[in-house]
């Protein structure tokens, strides 16, 4: 496609000083000519035949005249791109306000145009940073997470003193303030291990989400530790906390509804004015405590889902169980206590991760398991040698639900491959939203892979595994369009070690993935680097390689390629480094306290320590929006496209 594309678009979005003053009405024709011409038909007709064109020309279309800038910027052309390009669009909450109903032509447009340009600069040879902001958000940000479409974020954060900790639930997008916080709840403790999905709870579409946090038993209440100060850097499972006195473990979930949120984040609002804090004394408390789960064990990986048709909350506890339980209803709590694997049972098993596969009734659980019993040493001043490990995927059925007592099961499959120090696991979480119908309908609806994502080496080598779907032939009618995945589709991506260097040293990297079903965007740090706040050293954008990830990624460049003229293009290999200005790499090698990504807006968030602000990193291009709601640069001075 061709390279301008963006300058194009940002061309074509400005009007010239003569055009903002023009008052001329919307419907006016200025008829010099007595020869026919398309301006002699009505706008209807004319905005049919718009919607026959590709993005390339309806931008073009902008710069001929103030009638066609005018008629370009309406809704039916972009909101029939949006319906064309699918879930290639970045995904909207599921709330009224945001229905297709509702979407402004500004809305649908900045939608395609952000899926367009993402698109381009991220399988571009030359991937770069396209605009950065900051915004001021008066707190201390410890971890973070962005829900589907990057239009809300939950956070846990504390004061500046860090004597209290909070969750916050802020809005992205909003057109006053940028990011805005919308609602807080207080938690005793820090928040970690933060998961948030959009769901359905008794009929309210919502944000739900789980966490957990620690605190002292009650015996040693007055001992002074403070079980908020520790954190698994390297999410190694052969390096645990070890604090000096005994824990407990609380994890909890909470229901935020999204209509309350759309009228928190109403841009007549001012926020943090007097009537922004009227209105919201006004609603009902915002947030509802859905579930808490207490325990003396150590509680590890969460993952929420809806099973046979409840929202359902799953923990790791104590390495070798996950626990779940019914956020509405009854509220049934079940456990299951995966079996240890043949030959190992007498050897250490401990969960990494899991995801919740609702649509076939199991999980997918990624345990490490030594195969001997601590370090050797082999002489007192050498450091320790780990001991060999194995890594183990392994299909588990879903347990009764409504039985209280413990159920162990064996792995209905497993797949088991040495990796000695393995550390940093992940699982993409696809949705049914990410479903692809194909263009060609015989080819029914792609679904995308499921990929594993870990660190070997001491973090230094970064490994890709794919689970491919199963092909629809080999499912049941009534499934074939439902995401469904088995370990004998297990396919491995590519390998990576990626090395740091300036003018005076080199050395190996550690790399950290922040995953997503066909973006995932890659960091590294120093290999050594030990500090909470980690210095960035670079950033990478990575797409799925290998013969798991072509239909699926095929059929989405297909979608996006169904509205444009010019061909796309990609590059050939899986990963690329971010070209990054001076200042950037200069604030990133800092420190990074937080960092979150939103595969679908393609967006980075991320926070320094002890600094008050989120910084945002955007690879795609959008139009914005001025304060009073007008878009920016300012189309014709015509009050109703403040109604588009």
């Not at 600069?121 to 900051?134: I, T």
């Not at 550390?423 to 194909?438: A, F, M, R």
């Not at 790399?511 to 740090?525: A, E, I, M, N």
């Not at 945002?616 to 640069?633: C, E, H, L, S, T």
Request: with cysteine.
């Amino acid at each position: 496609m061709s390279s301008n594309w963006w300058t194009r678009f940002a061309f074509s979005s400005c009007a010239t000083p003569g055009m903002m003053r023009t008052q001329q009405s919307w419907d006016m024709r200025i008829q010099a000519e007595t020869l026919p011409c398309l301006n002699a038909l009505s706008d209807d007709v004319l905005m049919e035949v718009f919607t026959y064109l590709d993005v390339e020309d309806i931008l073009s279309l902008r710069q001929v005249s103030k009638l066609y800038y005018n008629l370009t910027h309406q809704g039916i052309i972009w909101k029939n791109f949006l319906k064309r390009i699918g879930p290639s669009a970045p995904q909207l909450p599921p709330s009224h306000r945001h229905s297709p109903r509702f979407l402004t032509s500004f809305e649908a447009e900045r939608l395609v145009t952000r899926a367009i340009s993402l698109h381009m600069n991220w399988v571009s040879p030359n991937p770069r940073p396209l605009s950065r902001n900051a915004f001021q958000i008066h707190r201390l940000i410890q971890s973070m997470v962005i829900l589907p479409g990057g239009k809300y974020m939950v956070a846990s954060v504390c004061n500046v003193a860090k004597t209290h900790y909070s969750l916050v639930v802020f809005a992205l997008d909003h057109r006053i303030g940028g990011i805005v916080p919308l609602a807080e709840t207080p938690v005793k403790q820090k928040a970690y291990n933060i998961q948030a999905k959009y769901m359905n709870i008794d009929g309210t579409p919502s944000i739900v989400f789980g966490y957990i946090r620690r605190k002292t038993s009650p015996r040693h209440i007055n001992t002074g530790v403070d079980p908020s100060i520790y954190n698994s850097i390297w999410e190694n499972p052969r390096r645990p906390i070890d604090p000096p006195v005994p824990l407990q473990y609380v994890c909890t979930c909470v229901q935020i509804s999204l209509d309350n949120l759309d009228a928190l984040a109403n841009p007549h609002l001012v926020p943090g004015s007097h009537a922004f804090f009227a209105f919201a004394a006004s609603q009902p408390p915002p947030f509802r405590l859905l579930s808490v789960l207490r325990s003396t064990s150590e509680l590890g990986s969460i993952d929420l889902a809806v099973i046979d048709g409840v929202p359902t909350m799953a923990v790791v506890k104590s390495y070798e169980t996950v626990v779940f339980k019914e956020l509405t209803g009854r509220g049934f709590i079940s456990t299951l206590h995966c079996a240890r694997e043949e030959p190992y049972s007498s050897n250490h098993h401990s969960i990494c991760n899991f995801r919740i596969l609702p649509h076939q009734g199991q999980i997918l659980a990624i345990r490490a398991i030594k195969l001997a019993e601590g370090p050797v040493v082999p002489r007192p001043t050498a450091p320790p040698v780990l001991a060999p490990e194995l890594i183990t995927l392994a299909m588990f059925s879903l347990p009764e639900p409504g039985n209280n007592e413990t159920q162990s099961r064996l792995a209905d499959q497993s797949i088991s491959f040495r990796a000695d120090d393995v550390e940093g696991i992940q699982i993409t979480s696809p949705s049914d939203y990410e479903s692809v119908q194909c263009i060609d309908t015989l080819n029914g609806v792609a679904h995308p892979p499921l990929s594993i994502f870990y660190r070997s080496n001491g973090g230094t080598r970064f490994h890709e595994l794919i689970i491919k779907p199963t092909p629809r032939e080999f499912l049941p009618k009534s499934e074939r369009s439902k995401s469904h995945y088995d370990l004998g589709n297990l396919v491995a991506g590519n390998d990576h070690m990626i090395s740091w260097e300036n003018e005076k040293e080199r050395g190996p990297c550690r790399v950290f993935v922040l995953p997503g079903s066909q973006r995932s965007l890659v960091y590294v740090t120093k290999s050594l680097d030990i500090e909470e706040s980690l210095g960035v050293r670079g950033f990478y954008s990575h797409f799925p390689s290998g013969d798991g990830t072509l239909a699926y990624g095929s059929t989405k460049q297909e979608l996006l390629q169904s509205i444009l003229r010019d061909p796309l293009r990609s590059r050939a290999g899986a990963m690329c480094k971010f070209e990054m200005s001076p200042d950037l790499r200069a604030s990133l090698r800092e420190g990074v306290k937080a960092i979150a990504w939103d595969e679908g807006i393609g967006r980075v968030f991320y926070v320094k320590p002890d600094d008050p602000q989120i910084h945002v990193i955007d690879f795609a291009k959008a139009p914005i929006q001025a304060p009073n709601g007008q878009r920016w640069p300012l189309p014709l001075a015509d009050a109703r496209m403040l109604e588009l």
